[in-house]
């Protein structure tokens, strides 16, 4: 941890590590929520970094994941010599920032509370946003005429130029996460064990993921407004 | 009673409370921390109009409640949830008792539904006996990730649970209101996960369970669930009020629940004192699906409106619906859903 790195460059490669930390139910940045309360770099290297939730009972567990994830993404940086993310104003606040500051995991900041980590709980929501952001895909192709059972033969390499990129590459990034396939010969649609979906099975898988969509969609909207709430109009710095 | 364009609606709000957040009944920051998070859940949400100051929001009056759920509310009957929450209020948040010594004075106006927690035994299953009785408890509102002692929580589909539900059908109580999340532990669950209610809908079929919610924010599990199970419906406390703030949003949940469990099957609640009905239930009356989305969702009839704010728990609660406050084409249903264009049967296979 010897590197030097410009406090300017340090504070900028900060926010960008803070953007690839996602809400995991909302599947949004912590930075687009305005969960980063604030954010600072000091000359020697020393980062510090406070986050901030909608309520005060926001599931502890959720949270929990945000301030490690906030604080790996973080201590990875080069010139990062010394790390500090606090969860401000929740009611597990002191045992989720001693917790991550330990690095000993979820089960021991929560000692009695807790039966096991959270990866499991990770996945069940990667599976829903992986969903999600298929059925984004498939409702542009729906929407440009193609029929449901039709998208059972097309691959991620085929349908470039057909969807827009951005939507294409979180469909790909949200896949990588869940160690599925995402080469270009990868099928389109496929179930969270990434078995290519049968053509019968696609209007209701669809019909379904949408569903979870609206739900994400909506949740991230609500937090939206309780963070506003309970801290103002303004926005994150 | 609601009137609006010559047209007339039975209201029943099927969750209501009548609580007591104030300081000086706070146990801890817990308490504290609680009704400042339903503070900002009203704040957030109600129109300026319809907005109290903190204070007011901590605790009604019997004056208040009664204006604000009959002479201004709209409603006709409305059902009390218990919240007990001990280990935050000195004298629980909202209990069966407080909630039935209002009903006591205004009979034809409440019901007062109870609660068990299948962790309390053989003991437990002896006062829900004694409940049910002293209340006539036709519904309980349970909490299952309550944490108890050394207990993170607990299942619906528990054989004590099943113990529980059993006694409950034994002794008339029909409705089983389900609240899911947020509350604090376990903690490495998600405290909202209501696959539980799959198992016990299937082994009770005569028991009706009514998810809060209507699941939110998992309303893609609730709803796979409720299509599944004939017996699940779901109460739209917290949902209604996107009316006003996120009305496309609210379309999309009022266009999905109509779509996955049909209109018998959804349930107008306002949460009082988190919100007052009476907006509600104008809003509602005067709402339609955005016309962009009509092709997906269909409309809105006032028959749907209808049954959604009243009729059903009707239904469910023996409520009699007074002369002319039915449905304009009764017995609808047979020909075919109005709302959710198709019916999803490969799911059901």
Redesign the interface.
């Known amino acids: 941890m010897s590197v030097t790195v410009p406090e300017a460059a340090l504070e900028a490669a900060v926010w960008r590590a803070l953007g690839a930390v996602r809400d995991p ?1 909302l599947d949004e940045p912590v930075t687009d929520l305005g969960f980063v309360a604030s954010a600072t770099v000091s000359a020697s290297g020393r980062v510090d970094v406070d986050l901030r939730l ?8 959720f949270a ?1 994941m945000m301030v490690a994830d906030a604080h790996d993404a973080l201590r990875a940086l080069p010139g990062a010599v010394e790390v500090r993310v606090r969860l401000l104003d929740h ?2 606040s002191a045992e989720i920032n001693a917790g991550v500051t330990s690095g000993e995991g ?2 021991a900041a ?1 000692p ?7 990866e499991e ?1 990770r996945r ?1 929501f990667r599976r ?1 946003t992986h969903a999600a952001c298929q059925e984004v895909v498939a409702r542009r192709l729906l929407a440009d005429g193609a029929v449901p059972e039709a998208l059972a033969s097309l691959t991620l390499g085929s349908v470039r130029g057909l969807v827009p990129r951005r939507d294409l590459d979180r469909l790909r990034h949200r896949r990588a996460e869940l160690g599925l396939p995402t080469g270009p010969g990868a099928a389109l649609l496929v179930d969270d064990g990434g078995r290519p979906l049968p053509p ?1 099975e696609i ?2 898988r669809l ?2 993921a949408r ?2 969509r ?6 991230a ?2 937090c939206r ?2 963070l ?3 801290y103002g109009e303004g926005e994150a710095p | 009673m609601y009137e609006k364009d010559g047209e007339r609606y039975f209201i029943v709000d099927e969750h209501i409370h009548f609580w007591d957040g104030t300081p000086a009944n706070q146990a801890n920051r817990y308490g504290e921390g609680f009704l400042n998070c339903f503070y900002d859940y009203h704040r957030n949400l109600s129109p300026e109009e319809h907005r109290w100051d903190l204070e007011h929001f901590q605790k009604q009056s019997e004056e208040d409640l009664m204006r604000d759920l009959f002479e201004e509310g709209h409603v006709d009957k409305a059902v009390f949830q218990p919240t007990y929450l001990t280990d935050f209020f000195v004298n629980g948040f909202n209990t069966t008792e407080q909630d039935g010594a209002l009903a006591e004075k205004h009979p034809d106006r409440f019901i007062v539904n109870g609660s068990f927690d299948p962790r309390d035994g053989e003991l437990g299953l002896e006062k829900l006996s004694e409940l049910a009785e002293r209340w006539n408890l036709r519904g309980v509102k349970l909490y299952t990730a309550e944490w108890k002692g050394g207990s993170k929580g607990w299942k619906l589909s528990d054989p004590w649970a099943y113990r529980y539900l059993e006694k409950c059908q034994e002794l008339g109580i029909r409705n089983i209101h389900v609240h899911k999340g947020p509350t604090i532990y376990p903690l490495n669950r998600d405290a909202f996960d209501v696959a539980d209610v799959d198992d016990a809908a299937s082994a009770f079929p005569e028991l009706n369970f009514v998810v809060e919610h209507v699941g939110l924010p998992r309303l893609e599990d609730f709803c796979w669930i409720a299509t599944q199970e004939p017996n699940v419906y779901g109460g739209l406390a917290v949902a209604m009020p996107f009316m006003h703030t996120r009305p496309r949003y609210f379309a999309q949940i009022i266009g999905e629940l109509l779509y996955w469990l049909n209109e018998d099957r959804v349930l107008f609640a306002s949460d009082y004192a988190i919100w007052t009905p009476g907006w509600l239930v104008e809003s509602f009356v005067d709402f339609q699906i955005p016309e962009d989305m009509a092709g997906e969702y269909g409309q809105l009839t006032t028959d749907v409106k209808r049954k959604v704010l009243g009729l059903n728990a009707a239904r469910l609660y023996d409520i009699e619906v007074p002369e002319g406050l039915g449905l304009q084409v009764p017995r609808q249903r047979e020909t075919g859903p109005v709302v959710g264009a198709e019916r999803n049967e490969e799911v059901l296979r």
Do not use: H
């Open positions: 139910e909608p309520t005060y009972f926001c599931a502890p567990n929990f009611f597990a979820f089960s929560f009695g509370l807790a039966e096991g980590e959270l709980l069940v829903k019968e209007p209701t019909r379904l569903t979870t609206i739900s994400i969609e909506g949740n909207g609500l407004g309780l506003r709430t309970r």
